[in-house]
């Protein structure tokens, strides 16, 4: 989806539209999403060089995230720029160049304040970016969930593994399911073990196979292990398996677990 609305919108010779499409779609995991971005950045440089703070926030998100090392210092050129000129992308991207030391000087509290810029300028990886530094651990946690509910997912994983640490346990597996069902792979292991071990809940073998169904589905064996091991231990019944194939939307899944575990015995 966002790829076609890339190519129409350079068809049209939107070019910024076209490079925020295509990274999009390079967020998602797109290949051609990431490649199509580095191209646009030759239509991108005139627009920023003419003035255009967007174009200059955006070329500096795409030499940074896409293109080969040796664009840093213009990443670095642009992000600045953006960030001057106050774009909470660009003070967002300036920001975290400062805090990792990239094409810069390392300077986390410069960091932070471009970071706090951005979110007050309504960026939710500003605000992702804030929480990581801020030394008030309630600030972060609400830091994190503010951008996790704006869409960062993984700002959802991160405000589990705190929330983790802090013994709230319950609120923790809320947010790994939360993360999960948006696709972090880390938080559907996690949800999968804590169900299964009785973290934050009592112990619950067909949402933790759920949940190591779901990670099989998106390329993650490691799962189907731990799934066959509560099988063989009785943890769940045939119908329970289904159950959980069911809630993970892998029927398959469950039959295949069963034939493995029951083999021709099966009820």
Request: a negative charge.
């Amino acid at each position: 989806m966002h790829l076609d609305e890339g190519r129409r919108a350079a068809e049209a010779g939107d070019w910024i539209a076209a490079g925020h499409a295509f990274v999009r779609a390079a967020m998602e995991g797109s290949a051609q999403g990431a490649e199509l971005a580095t191209r646009v950045t030759v239509e991108l440089v005139p627009l920023a060089d003419s003035g255009s703070v967007e174009a200059a926030a955006l070329l500096a998100g795409i030499y940074l995230e896409y293109s080969h090392e040796s664009a840093l210092p213009m990443a670095v050129r642009y992000a600045r720029a953006a960030a001057e000129a106050g774009h909470p992308a660009g003070q967002r991207t300036y920001g975290y160049m400062l805090m990792m030391g990239l094409g810069v000087e390392e300077d986390r509290e410069r960091a932070a304040e471009l970071f706090r810029a951005a979110a007050e300028g309504g960026d939710a990886y500003g605000r992702f970016n804030l929480a990581q530094l801020v030394d008030d651990p309630d600030e972060s946690l609400r830091l994190f969930e503010a951008a996790a509910r704006e869409g960062i997912v993984v700002a959802g994983a991160v405000l589990a593994d705190r929330l983790s640490a802090l013994d709230r346990d319950e609120e923790a597996l809320g947010w790994y399911v939360w993360a999960a069902e948006r696709g972090h792979k880390g938080a559907m292991n996690a949800a999968a073990c804590w169900y299964r071990d009785g973290f934050g809940t009592a112990p619950d073998p067909v949402q933790a196979v759920r949940w190591f169904f779901v990670m099989l589905a998106h390329g993650d064996g490691d799962g189907i292990h731990e799934a066959i091991q509560l099988a063989k231990a009785g943890a769940l019944d045939e119908e329970q398996m289904r159950e959980a194939g069911r809630l993970a939307g892998d029927p398959g899944a469950a039959e295949a677990l069963i034939s493995t575990v029951l083999g021709d015995g099966r009820a």
